[in-house]
Every structure is written in structure tokens, then in C-alpha cells.
């Protein structure tokens, strides 16, 4: 009898040996296509700074080359903003690990509806910056930081929007651009710098003023701060905030007495 449950006792062991092992082999697997656990990008952060003004930003790039643009951002965020900052700060170039810049990955394809060509991106999640913007944020002492990103993004909290320009996260004070959508290149268009500066502006202005205003948009399609839904719509709008967003702003310098 004991040599029959022992017999037995073997046999649950090694099927908990090849389950264990199986299951090893989906995780790989589920890896490589970048279905990763939402775990892995729930966001940690202690202790949210309170909003204050003037404040202190941090700007951080990812992508070498975006860097070039740090002058140009300074004096439009500082102009925009008027007063809202003490300190611009450039945090310089984010280099992802080889292990971080696979995590989280989503394989999407790309229509391009003007040659009816497709093409497959390699999407990040934004919670995966947003980490990373909070422990710079603590780290430098700042009361917001934004990044601009080479990388393809999409949204952590909204799962219907696939290639984001970027997007704000209020609660933690962080924020993040793409830049891969802004360059006429991925439209199959001719290469335009002047133009690619420009959307770049726009953009990282919209998310940091997503920071200061919150969440809602603005009506008026010339205004900074309404909603793009494509490259057209963000080349439509002035590098500016409206009458109605600046008087927005000159509450805000009322309550917080800057
Ligand atoms: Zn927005
Ligand atoms: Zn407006």
C-alpha cells in the first residue's frame, strides 16, 4: 500500500516539474510578444508632490539627437508659461537597459492609408516612462518633469488608444511625448526639420500645460491646449495659449500669488 502511495507522490511531483516548466515556457512566450503584467508598470510613488507656484521642471530626453531641442523648449515653455517656473532643468539623455526596453513591448501595425503600405512599430507603454519620470522627479527634486521620446507609445490607462503623441499623468506630475508620429517621414512625406521642431513644441507645451490646466481640453482648435486627433490638427493650432487658457493662467498666479 505505502509503496502504491508513494508511487503516487512521484507522479504528482513530476507533473508539478512539467507544469512548472510549461509555465515558464508561456511566460517566455507572452514576453516576446510584450503582453506583460500590468504589475510590472503599476506606479510607485510615495509622495506626490503638492502642486505649487513658480515650480521647478525637468526636462528628460530619450534619444540623443532630441537634446538639440532643449534651448528651444526652455524659451517657449518659460514664454508660454510666464512665470509658472523657477528653474527649466535639462536632465539630459535616458538610456533604457536592454531588459527595460524589451518590457512591456506591443507589436502594432501601422497602416499608411496614402500608399496603402503597413508597417509593424514596436510600441511602449507610457507607465513604463512614467516610472522612470518619478524617480528622476524625486531624485532632482522637481515639482513636474516631462520627456520627449523617440520611442513609439502607448497609452498604460486607455487600451482603445494605440499611437499616442503623448500624454500627462497629473496625479504623478509626469509627462510624455512621442515624436515618432510628429516627423513627416512617417507619413511617407518628405523630410520637413522646421516642421518637426515645431509639432515637437506644440506637443511637449500641450502635455505640460495638461500639468498646470488638468485634464480637460480646450474648444478653440487654434489653442495649444485642445485635442489633436492627427498631424493636420497639431499643425492647425498656434504655438500658443488661447484668451480664454490665458485667463486660466492668470487665475492661477491670483491663487498661488506668482
Ligand atoms: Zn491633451
Ligand atoms: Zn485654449
Known amino acids: 500500500m505505502s509503496s502504491r502511495i508513494k508511487k503516487f507522490e512521484r507522479r504528482i511531483t513530476k507533473s ?30 510615495k509622495d506626490p508632490p503638492q502642486k505649487m507656484y513658480p515650480c521647478n521642471i525637468g526636462i528628460l530626453y530619450s534619444g540623443t539627437f532630441l537634446k538639440r ?20 532643468i535639462d536632465l539630459g539623455n535616458h538610456h533604457f537597459s536592454k531588459k527595460d526596453m524589451k518590457r512591456g513591448i506591443k507589436k502594432e501595425k501601422y ?7 503597413s508597417e509593424r512599430h514596436q510600441l511602449h507603454p507610457t507607465n513604463k516612462f512614467f516610472q522612470v ?26 487600451s482603445d488608444i494605440v499611437f499616442l503623441f503623448g500624454e500627462a499623468n497629473i496625479d504623478h506630475r509626469c509627462s510624455i511625448v512621442s515624436t515618432l508620429l510628429l516627423k513627416e517621414q512617417f507619413y511617407k512625406r518628405k ?9 515637437i513644441l506644440k506637443e511637449v507645451i500641450h502635455e505640460v500645460g495638461h500639468l498646470i490646466f488638468g485634464a480637460l481640453h480646450c474648444q478653440n482648435k487654434k489653442c495649444v491646449m485642445s485635442f489633436a486627433k492627427n498631424v493636420e ?22 491663487v498661488y500669488n506668482f
Do not use: W
Not at 523630410?191 to 509639432?199: E, F, S
Open 69 to 88: 531641442y532643449s534651448e528651444l523648449l526652455s524659451a517657449h515653455l518659460e514664454l508660454i508659461f510666464d512665470s509658472c517656473f523657477f528653474n527649466i
Open 133 to 158: 519620470l518619478i524617480e528622476k522627479r524625486i531624485e532632482n527634486n522637481l515639482d513636474m518633469i516631462a520627456c520627449i521620446t523617440k520611442l513609439p507609445i502607448y497609452s498604460s490607462s486607455n
Open 233 to 254: 490638427e497639431i499643425d492647425y493650432k498656434y504655438i500658443g495659449l488661447c484668451h480664454s487658457c490665458q485667463e486660466k493662467l492668470e487665475k492661477l498666479k491670483q
Open 16 to 45: 508539478k516539474q512539467k507544469l512548472k516548466k510549461y509555465s515558464e515556457k508561456i511566460k517566455k512566450y507572452a514576453y516576446r510578444f510584450g503582453i506583460a503584467s500590468p504589475i510590472n508598470f503599476q506606479l510607485i510613488d
Open 111 to 117: 497602416e499608411i492609408k496614402v500608399e496603402k503600405a
Open 191 to 199: 523630410r520637413n526639420r522646421n516642421l518637426y521642431a515645431l509639432r
